[in-house]
Structures are given as structure tokens and as C-alpha cells.
């Protein structure tokens, strides 16, 4: 009888168990930032044209979507202590062409990742931001070691297919095959539902 009501006793508690180990956690809400990266009239000229004509165009096309998403877009600027160009200079700034706004969020950093030495890691989180979606100059090099710095830290990264922009169209493509990279129909799924 002691032996049965022992029984009885851990069946229930095992059943009790059951439901909690079942339980799945809930996943992680997508919570984007877009990075707009080195776009500054100094180092466009330097870019082959081909990445030029498609990059702009489609940086755009992203910048506008994460707005009507409600989603942040933050600008990222490069100078060198003693080469620039000087933040308050016309080679410094963005081209009028790329759709930022002067109350974007800006980072200047001085580093290839937009994270060494810059208040970004602590902005993103303050935001609330784990997902980072990547476009702008050079593909080869700041925004690649942005791409590298942000996993590094732990946020899911994206490069932005044919936004991205560099010294030479193949390298581009390379870098676009190598990293994950989103499409703008995939991209426009993911903001829609990550503002639900």
C-alpha cells in the first residue's frame, strides 16, 4: 500500500513537470536598426561607378522603409584625426542625394568598425536594438569590420543586398556572398512584422 501511494505521489509530480518541460521559450522579438555607413562626399569618388549607380538608389529604398516601419536609421561618419575630413566640412557630409535627416542618430568614428570607440553599442541598446541591418561604403572595409564588430557583440547582422558600395563591383558581390545578407522583398517581411 506504502508502495502505491509513492507510486501515485511521483506520477503526479512527474505530471506536474511535464507541461514546464515542455514549455518553449519565447522567441526573441526583432527589434532593427539600420546603418548607414561612410556615405560622405570624400570617399564616394573614389567607389566604381557600378556599385555607385544600384547603392544609392537602393539605400534609399531601405532608409525609406525603415522609416515607415517606425524603425531607427543612424547615420555613421568617418575622419581621421590628422587626415579627415574635417567634421564641419562638405566632404565630411552625406550628398544631399541620401535620404538621412539632420535628426537621424549620428555616430563619427575614427576606426573601421562604427563600434571601436564610439557610443554606438551604448545607443543601440538604449534603443533597444539586436538586430542590425548594414549599408553604405566601403563594402571591403568599415562596413565589413562594423559587420564583424556587431557580431562580436552579439547583435544579429545583415548586410542590405545592392546597397552596399566599394572600390571594386566584384569585391562587393564577394562580400555580399560571403556575409548574410537580406534582400529588400525579404527585408520588407521582416520590418512589417517586427513592428507587430
Given at each position: 500500500m506504502r508502495k502505491?501511494?509513492?507510486?501515485?505521489?511521483?506520477l503526479g509530480l512527474a505530471a506536474s513537470l511535464l507541461p514546464a518541460a515542455q514549455a518553449k521559450p519565447a522567441p526573441v522579438k526583432v527589434k532593427p536598426a539600420l546603418l548607414v555607413i561612410d556615405m560622405q562626399n570624400a570617399y564616394l569618388p573614389r567607389m566604381d561607378e557600378k556599385d555607385v549607380k544600384t547603392g544609392m538608389e537602393m539605400i534609399n529604398y531601405y532608409i525609406e522603409l525603415f522609416r515607415a516601419n517606425g524603425f531607427p536609421v543612424i547615420r555613421v561618419y568617418h575622419t581621421s584625426p590628422k587626415m579627415g575630413p574635417k567634421p564641419d566640412s562638405e566632404e565630411f557630409q552625406f550628398p544631399k542625394s541620401v535620404a538621412v535627416k539632420d535628426d537621424d542618430p549620428q555616430i563619427v568614428k575614427n576606426h573601421g568598425s562604427a563600434f571601436k570607440k564610439t557610443g554606438l553599442d551604448q545607443m543601440l541598446k538604449e534603443k533597444g536594438c539586436n538586430t542590425l541591418f548594414l549599408c553604405g561604403l566601403s563594402a571591403v572595409g568599415c562596413v565589413l569590420a562594423t559587420y564583424h564588430g556587431a557580431m562580436d557583440l552579439d547583435?544579429?547582422?545583415?548586410?542590405?543586398?545592392?546597397?552596399?558600395?566599394?572600390?571594386?563591383?566584384?569585391?562587393?558581390?564577394?562580400?555580399?556572398?560571403?556575409?548574410?545578407?537580406?534582400?529588400?522583398?525579404?527585408?520588407?517581411?521582416v520590418l512589417t512584422g517586427a513592428g507587430k
Open positions: 502505491v501511494a509513492l507510486l501515485i505521489v511521483f547583435y544579429d547582422v545583415f548586410m542590405l543586398k545592392d546597397s552596399l558600395i566599394s572600390h571594386d563591383a566584384t569585391l562587393t558581390k564577394s562580400v555580399q556572398e560571403i556575409c548574410k545578407t537580406i534582400d529588400y522583398y525579404a527585408l520588407r517581411l
